[in-house]
């Protein structure tokens, strides 16, 4: 297990400093509507850690598979990592000359690396890397908690940049580390559970200085969560209860924030305010599929295949994950993903999930909705946050093979017809 562990945590940390590295190094520029952008300078370091976590991500999970991980996979999900696998090498073959299969392109994100790095599913799989896991993730929560606040203060710009924005890419980390941390903060009491209640708070008001809309909204299902749904098992207490803690609790702890807010940083919570009621997406749609035939999404149009975007041209992407991938690769890709990587966490809660299980099924489900629209960077890539969802992906397989569904079925029986109404069940049956 010792090779699983350091080979994620390796991906992890790589991963996370690549973006780091990123963003405190990019440039002011404008775009073609005369609005501030910022220019990505990506140095050799960059590449060095980018490729670094992909071939750690891989590897992760090769071990993995060697140890008898892969077996563990149900029915579909086993072969929708087949089918997935195997869609990504016809469309690499299909679509790379020599000249670009041997070059840097291949590595890009749209390229074949993004689907053959879910490999490290698997190494979410084993149980004794999660002990290197977890205080990773804790680290880069608490470190980008640090990273935000300081380019909050020392920065003091208001200024939306258009796409790639240093606060959003630190708010889209936040939220998924930061939220990891925030659901297991349930098995602390005192100084414990509020030190990592901290990235949490960093991430709304970070969100907000972003002026990202879906962040926020994001944040506020995490809260939810928090109060309504993984810290109650275990805890005795009922339903009533929490609703009503929520009740109290939720809207209290919002005024608060934004209260706080507002003295902080008064000039982006009015830029905030006044965005609220923008659309950024219908126009995008539109000439999404005025260019693109919904035919077109059955097989994909490839790794290579480019839309056109009035005022960007040629543009591969779109904010709408599932429709990316049926962008890309066809409904193949789009539904071997889902099956492999969203589907375990609806089942792992479905089938009641302890404490540790819930909360990576409940951070699933949020990406899944991310997936959607809901959230800026969301989606299968190279980066931090893929890898992450990948190894969450791989703790509810691992759940869910270890008999977790036929636990939970025994105890709602044992509940139902009791002892030896259960014995009489299977004589019966």
């Avoid at 959607?372 to 969450?392: D, E, I, K």
């Avoid at 636990?407 to 009791?418: E, F, T, V």
């Amino acid at each position: 297990a010792s090779a699983v562990a350091v080979l994620a945590v390796v991906c992890l940390t790589s991963a996370w400093l690549a973006a780091v590295i990123l963003v405190e190094t990019a440039t002011t520029g404008w775009n073609w509507e005369n609005h501030p952008i910022l220019l990505e300078q990506k140095s050799t370091f960059y590449y060095a850690l980018h490729a670094t976590a992909i071939f750690a991500a891989i590897g992760a999970g090769i071990i993995a598979v060697a140890r008898g991980k892969f077996s563990r996979l149900r029915g579909p999900a086993a072969m929708a990592a087949i089918i997935l696998c195997g869609t990504t090498i016809v469309w690499t073959v299909i679509t790379y000359s020599q000249e670009e299969f041997l070059s840097m392109k291949i590595f890009g994100a749209t390229g074949p690396f993004v689907w053959l790095a879910l490999i490290i599913v698997f190494a979410g799989m084993d149980a004794a890397a999660w002990s290197f896991i977890h205080p990773t993730i804790e680290f880069i929560a608490y470190a980008t908690a640090i990273l935000a606040v300081r380019a909050i203060v020392t920065e003091q710009s208001d200024v939306r940049y258009a796409g790639f924005s240093k606060y959003l890419q630190y708010a889209s980390i936040l939220a998924w580390c930061g939220g990891w941390t925030l659901l297991n903060a349930t098995r602390k009491r005192g100084l414990g559970r509020w030190t990592r209640i901290t990235p949490f708070v960093v991430l709304i008001l970070t969100a907000i200085y972003a002026q990202g809309r879906s962040w926020v909204v994001l944040s506020g299902l995490l809260a939810t969560i928090f109060v309504l749904g993984v810290p109650a098992r275990g805890r005795g207490r009922g339903v009533g209860k929490r609703i009503l803690v929520a009740i109290i609790f939720l809207p209290a702890a919002c005024a608060i924030l934004f209260v706080a807010a507002r003295s902080l940083m008064p000039t982006a919570v009015n830029q905030f305010e006044t965005r609220l009621y923008e659309d950024s997406r219908t126009q995008q749609y539109v000439a999404f599929f005025s260019d693109v035939q919904w035919q077109e999404l059955t097989l994909g149009r490839g790794p290579a295949g480019t839309w056109y975007w009035p005022g960007t041209g040629d543009y591969q992407f779109i904010d709408n994950g599932y429709l990316w991938m049926a962008f890309i690769g066809g409904l193949p890709v789009l539904i071997t993903y889902c099956v492999l990587i969203l589907l375990p966490a609806v089942r792992a809660l479905w089938y009641g999930a302890p404490l540790n299980i819930a909360a990576a099924a409940w951070i699933l489900v949020l990406w899944a909705l991310a997936l959607g629209g809901l959230g800026t960077y969301a989606g299968p890539s190279l980066s931090l946050q893929a890898y992450f969802m990948s190894l969450l992906a791989g703790r509810c397989h691992a759940w869910l093979g270890e008999g977790g569904r036929m636990r939970k079925l025994s105890q709602l029986n044992a509940r139902r017809y009791g002892i030896t109404g259960i014995r009489q069940h299977c004589q019966n049956n």
